[in-house]
DNA sequence: AGTTCCGATTGCAGCGCTGCAAAGGACTAT
DNA sequence: ATAGTCCTTTGCAGCGCTGCAATCGGAACT
């Protein structure tokens, strides 16, 4: 049995199929009779239109697409969380798409793939790109990316500024009173900015205490997970000088490095204080709890889509801007103790 | 300026239209010096197949829907991580959405739904789903359900061995000596059937091994998150005679309880022993590291794609099977210490 | 009453592709 | 040389909808 289509209301109601479309997307003038006609078709025939030939027709498909590096993880899922609801209230399906931080792959999303027509825009939060792959990418992809990139003015960016917040965050463990930090997390090559802007902050917040930055404490890790933040911990801990605290550039490195402290015999915080980065809910739960930087998750992914959206509907190619979602530094016990 | 469009590859490389979708698509009989003048042509113009233009002409969007209640729930976020390329693999899109778990908002994607034409088929993980809700679900839509349901014949179901696993794991914690065993998680109404397949795993131990089981220990909750874990532990550890041994029906449950049970200074697996499941990546790095049971996350995901594309594929209504992925019991520091 | 005006409704064409079946062309067999 | 065969290529129509501009009909005006 056929799916029913616009004309068989049409026929129904005894209008065009024109005014039926009217009706569907609530357009312009209709009187209330007509309306109230037709819709009784469309119930009593149970229609509902094809998104397929609407897509075909408008030329979009009212879908976007937001692309992480990884789907399980917490801070990617959780920012997930946010962004389907805000697209969804702007009528836009949202496409994920997971990338495993490859460069690569990453440039062949933003790049001129067969898959354009699937979606109106982009949010990415890419990993692996350089600048000159979002360079390369494809001009008529309305773009917004996430994380720490600076916009070269063709696309909008949106971030928390993680200086200020990376700051903080060693602040914090400089005023609990601790003298030997280190740092878990840099990546001093070109990708890797999201990490160079915390190691930044934990520069700045040393010279604002004048405290001397000891370079041997800033560890460089690939990647930002749990095991990274074990394994560096593990090498911080072998020294004949370990550090009192740790600023790591993840929760999920917090958790590692103090899943190995813990290991080792330590107390988290009074041998070894540590702080973390993304407020995931594990860092609620876990013990000790995490002390973090809490991005503004739910603000990241408003104006991300919000942007996207005034992106997309525009006619004429708009500035990129940077806009910054606020965060907030959240101690917990593994800096403060129980 | 346009994009490109078969007709304009068709007048460049000399052929019609009909002869570069064919091209283009792999399909049938064409000669290598055709093939190779659209393939040149092809390249010239940069074109790309408009696959809302496929998409209306096939009927078929490409897409599949994965439903689950939260994204941000490790063992979902892990799953859907198995699904994507499982159907990429298979040429298909994997759309994402996320119910909270709500009967409604299932119901309503299982149903008539106008987002029907986005998808050609769905894997739904329900939560909130009565078993009269999938019977008045669209006849239309190729499905397969994930977890604990009995499908009524119309549709797949893919999942583990609930009752064996759970059986394993309590029959762990009675061979690791303890006797007086607690169970998080049992949800004693009708949608609860997943949980009610681990408290029978659980009674089921224990009649194997001739021990009486203290109702009072089994312990519902809503949800399988931390803090359901956490509010549990609190309570049995409240009462004059606490269990020696907690079986959780996630890994997440178990996290929380655990949480609870080292913050009253009490020894995991030492004074209390906790095993989980899920397998969720958390459980290997927290402290100490959650026994769990380890459904097959690959497989189970395979085991959907496969079997809902071939659902799609099909022209004629097949007959709903039940299929069964691995699953095994993975013992860590929370029952054999360390 | 005739004309103008304006809002509601309609018809047409086309979005870019594919399914189908027929046409065309090359080659073989007689 | 002619008919038959087989494979490649083509043309047509249509997927179901919307943009656009024209049309229609009644209300308002002179």
Redesign the interface.
């Given at each position: 049995m056929r799916e029913t289509t616009l004309r068989d209301v049409a026929d129904l109601a005894g209008v065009s199929p024109r005014t039926v479309s009217n009706v569907v997307n609530g357009y312009a003038k209709v009187t209330d009779s007509t309306r109230a006609k037709v819709e009784a078709a469309i119930a009593e025939l149970?229609y509902?239109?094809?998104?397929?030939?609407r897509?075909?027709a408008t030329?979009r498909?009212g879908?976007i697409v937001v692309v992480v590096p990884?789907?399980?993880t917490?801070y990617f899922?959780?920012l997930?969380?946010a962004i389907?609801p805000a697209a969804r209230k702007l009528g836009y399906?949202?496409?994920?798409?997971?990338t495993d931080g490859d460069r690569q792959h990453e440039g062949e999303l933003i790049g001129?793939?067969?898959?354009?027509?699937?979606f109106d825009g982009m949010i990415i939060s890419p990993l692996g790109l350089a600048q000159e792959d979002l360079a390369a990418r494809d001009p008529s992809l309305p773009l917004v990316v996430l994380g720490e990139r600076v916009s070269d003015g063709t696309f909008d960016h949106v971030g928390i500024d993680d200086v200020a917040a990376s700051t903080e965050a060693v602040a914090h463990l400089i005023a609990i009173g601790r003298r030997r930090i280190a740092a878990i997390g840099d990546q001093p090559y070109p990708t890797g900015e999201a990490a160079q802007l915390r190691t930044r902050g934990f520069r700045a917040a040393h010279e604002a205490a004048g405290l001397p930055v000891d370079e041997s404490l800033i560890i460089g890790t690939t990647r930002f997970n749990?095991?990274d933040g074990?394994t560096a911990m593990a090498a911080l801990l072998d020294r004949a000088d370990p550090p009192d605290a740790v600023f790591c550039y993840s929760d999920l490195v917090a958790?590692?490095a103090?899943?190995t402290a813990?290991?080792r015999g330590l107390r988290v915080p009074e041998d070894i204080a540590v702080i973390g980065y993304d407020d995931i809910?594990?860092g609620r739960?876990?013990?000790p709890t995490i002390s973090t930087i809490s991005p503004d998750k739910k603000a990241i992914a408003q104006l991300a889509v919000d942007r996207l959206v005034l992106r997309i509907a525009a006619s004429e190619p708009i500035p990129g801007v940077e806009l910054r979602a606020a965060h907030q530094l959240v101690p917990r016990q593994s800096t403060l103790g129980y």
């Open positions: 149970g509902r239109p094809n998104v397929l030939a897509n075909l030329g498909s879908q990884y789907l399980d917490p899922a959780e997930l969380q389907i399906n949202v496409l994920i798409d997971q001129r793939g067969s898959r354009r027509h699937l749990r095991i074990a958790s590692g103090i899943h813990l290991g809910e594990d739960y876990s013990q």
